[in-house]
């Protein structure tokens, strides 16, 4: 029901920044929370960064106070505002909407490929 389209990666200097965007469509955002996962070769997928529906945000230790996460509910768009990038920032970013009622809903984005690289 909820179509998800990640854009922004791409190949950044170390010390970089960079701007993911996920814009929606199909539904609003607006009953979700949120979420950016990122996943490296041969490694876990992991939570980057979640956003509630009422704003309340929460990062993986390994990203606070680098990455910014943010939702415009009227473009249907949430964003993952990457700056400070290292070598292990390197993975697949996938956008996420979560929701539960009854049961977990979830649906995910495509993926969008950052590459830090010198």
């Known amino acids: 029901q909820v179509q998800l389209v990640e854009s922004g990666g791409g190949l950044v200097l170390p010390g970089g920044s960079l701007r993911l965007s996920c814009t929606a469509s199909?539904?609003?955002?607006?009953?979700?929370?949120m979420n950016w996962y990122r996943q490296a070769p041969g490694k876990q997928r992991e939570l980057v960064a979640g956003?509630?529906?009422?704003?309340?945000?929460n990062y993986a230790d390994s990203v606070k106070d680098r990455f910014t996460i943010s939702r415009d509910n009227a473009k249907s768009t949430v964003y993952l505002q990457m700056s400070g990038l290292r070598s292990e920032d390197t993975a697949v970013y996938y956008c996420?909407?979560?929701?539960?009622?009854?049961?977990?809903?979830?649906?995910w984005g495509q993926g969008t490929q950052v590459t830090v690289s010198s």
């Open positions: 199909g539904s609003t955002i607006t009953l979700f929370t």
């Open positions: 996420n909407a979560h929701r539960f009622v009854i049961v977990h809903m979830n649906y």
């Open positions: 956003i509630t529906r009422d704003g309340r945000t």
